[in-house]
């Protein structure tokens, strides 16, 4: 347990290197960090002075005797989305703190990358740093609380959006309302609906992944 709270895998840069990136992998509800960690090799090849972590999410799975959540899904009605990822917020901050913090870097060099309810806390948590992050991946999330995201960003980093068409866990068009609403407040946004991909990530959406940072964090490779 790390002193934010969180903790799970992580990949360091190759010896004698030092980190100059922080790419932070969020995964979905009822899995680990490991879950992730397995596109880290993938995507350091955008970013190879990056320190990739992916921590477990805060609480144990309620709906199974495995895995994490980041908020509970059991009953949406009695307590919605919105609420759960404002819950969780201050713990995922308090870890990227602390990680840039150890690392010496500040939030340009920040990259989020969630799947799913990760990606869901990826876009809440990433437009609302009080530093503009390096940029931001969401594979098969979703934007929580539009209406709010006016009056609360903070950071408009580049972001990309990869869903699955077939999507059935979360829905598809959860897509074009995220990049309506990312672009409404000024954030820069690449998107990706992938024909015949259900809820996941796949050769598509990781290639997207690197062509996007190789574009857009500075110091990636070209």
Request: proline residues 9%; glycine residues 12%.
């Amino acid at each position: 347990m790390t002193p934010a709270g969180l903790t799970g895998p992580r990949l360091t840069p190759p010896a004698g290197v030092r980190a100059g990136h922080l790419l932070v992998l969020l995964h979905g509800v009822g899995a680990d960090g490991n879950d992730l960690i397995a596109l880290a090799p993938y995507y350091r090849a955008a970013i190879p002075d990056a320190l990739v972590v992916a921590p477990n999410a805060p609480e144990p799975f309620d709906m199974a005797p495995f895995g994490y959540q980041w908020f509970s899904i059991r009953d949406l009605e009695a307590m919605p989305r919105s609420d759960g990822v404002r819950r969780a917020a201050p713990l995922l901050d308090a870890f990227i703190d602390a990680e840039l913090a150890r690392l010496g870097l500040g939030d340009d060099k920040l990259i989020l990358c969630g799947f799913s309810q990760g990606a869901m806390m990826a876009l809440h948590v990433g437009l609302r740093r009080e530093g503009r992050i390096a940029a931001l991946i969401s594979h098969s999330g979703m934007l929580i609380g539009p209406d709010r995201l006016g009056a609360e960003i903070r950071s408009r980093p580049p972001v990309l959006l990869t869903h699955g068409a077939e999507d059935d866990m979360v829905p598809p068009a959860s897509l074009p309302a995220a990049k309506a609403a990312l672009e409404a407040a000024g954030v820069p946004v690449r998107s990706l609906l992938v024909p015949g991909l259900g809820h996941g990530i796949d050769e598509t959406t990781v290639q997207a992944a690197l062509r996007f940072l190789r574009e857009f964090v500075p110091g990636g490779e070209a």
